[in-house]
Each structure stands twice: as structure tokens, then as C-alpha cells.
């Protein structure tokens, strides 16, 4: 009868109470700026989530070195331009010294994909103007280790500007079918031209660099630090 009564006052769940699932929660933090309060959030729970096992037997927890190597493996599924927008690139271009690079205390392994995951999307959204520096960078530096694609690209936007001159001179506007056709001949000889002289290799080489770039910064700097920052 001991245990019967205390059955009966044990407490009951509170069916006022309110539970929010851990994506909601995660969204609204995002969606309100709170991206350190998010950063350390998923930091701290990552390690605690429990993983489904078909097995009887209980496995072994993984090590946190082995964690951050997943982690830092499951980079290269990531698409960084998920949440990426046009208004990513209206602000202003974050300080490359304090905001963009920082110091080595800026950045740490990502603990788990998922952290890794939301640390490349929120920083490709806060450094997209730095990216984009950076990739004309590497185009430029690769156009001059190929003089004649250099030189090409060159010719092509003279001829292009050239071109529009003409165009606007001849009052083109009068006759729509023929200045649509022009225009097609046109860029269809200039990417034949381009091609020829291997433009798009350099142009491969920039996008190759600088997705590198976008994936190991974003993954691996912290978001609290970038917020206190930008």
C-alpha cells in the first residue's frame, strides 16, 4: 500500500508545458544573430546525441579526435551556397585583418558534421564580398601565368566594348531580330575564341582554389569569434 500511494503522488507531466525540438530551436537562434549562443549550443550537445544501433550489444563512444575527423571529412558534402543570397553581397566587405583572417584563436575543429555544416553556411553569408575577392584573385594571378589566355581575355572584352559602341551607333534597337542575332554570333565566336586559347583552364584553376578556400575557412572558423567581429 506503501508503494501504491506513492505512485499516486508521484507528479504528472505538465501538459501546459511547451517542447521545442531542437532543428526549431536552432533556427530561431539563427535567424536572430545569436550565432555564438548557436556555435557553443552545438558544441556542447553534438557529443551528447545518441546514436541508433540495430545491435544488441552497446558500441563503444566514438573519441573526440575520431568526431572531429568525421567531421572535418564531411566537408567535402557540404554545399557552401545553400543559404547564400543577393543580399550577401549588398554589405559592406568585412576587415580582412581583424574579421576575415584573424588569429589562431579564431578557429578550432569543428566537433561534429552538423557544426561543421552551419559554421560553412553562416560564414560564407557573412564573408561572400571577401570570397569573391579572393576568386577574382586567384583568376587574375592565373591569367598571368598564361600569356595567351591573358591576352585573350583581354581581346575579347575590347572587342566587346567595341562592339556595344557600334551597336549603339547604328541604332540596332530598330531592328530587335537583328541586333539578337549579332549579339549570338558574337558571343558564340568570343567562347570559341576563349576556349582556343584555354581560358577556361584558368578559370577552373580560380573556382578549384577558391572552393578549397570557401571549405576550410568556413568549416573551421568559429562563428562566435566572427560575430564578435564583424
Request: glycine content about 4%; proline content about 5%; some cysteine.
Amino acid at each position: 500500500m506503501v508503494m501504491e500511494a506513492t505512485r499516486r503522488m508521484g507528479f504528472s507531466a505538465n501538459p501546459l508545458s511547451l517542447t521545442v525540438p531542437d532543428s526549431v530551436l536552432e533556427s530561431l537562434l539563427q535567424d536572430s544573430g545569436y550565432h555564438d549562443l548557436l556555435d557553443h549550443r552545438i558544441s556542447a550537445v553534438s557529443p551528447m546525441s545518441p546514436s541508433s544501433s540495430s545491435s544488441a550489444t552497446e558500441a563503444k563512444p566514438p573519441t573526440a579526435l575520431s568526431a572531429q575527423l568525421v567531421a572535418v571529412f564531411s566537408l567535402l558534402t557540404i554545399n557552401p551556397f545553400l543559404k547564400l543570397s543577393a543580399d550577401d553581397f549588398s554589405g559592406d566587405t568585412p576587415t580582412w585583418t581583424t574579421s576575415f583572417f584573424g588569429d589562431s584563436d579564431f578557429y578550432s575543429f569543428p566537433s561534429s558534421s552538423h557544426e561543421a555544416r552551419n559554421r560553412v553556411h553562416e560564414n560564407v553569408k557573412r564573408f561572400a564580398r571577401n570570397y569573391v575577392t579572393l576568386f577574382i584573385l586567384f583568376f587574375t594571378y592565373e591569367l598571368f601565368e598564361m600569356p595567351l589566355a591573358l591576352l585573350g581575355f583581354v581581346t575579347s572584352y575590347a572587342f566587346w566594348e567595341l562592339f556595344k559602341f557600334c551597336v549603339d551607333r547604328w541604332e540596332s534597337n530598330r531592328h530587335p531580330l537583328i541586333r539578337k542575332i549579332l549579339i549570338r554570333v558574337a558571343l558564340c565566336a568570343t567562347v570559341s575564341f576563349l576556349s582556343f586559347l584555354n581560358v577556361q583552364i584558368a578559370v577552373f584553376y580560380a573556382l578549384a582554389i577558391s572552393y578549397a578556400v570557401v571549405i576550410l575557412h568556413g568549416g573551421f572558423r568559429n562563428l562566435s569569434l566572427s560575430e564578435k567581429q564583424s
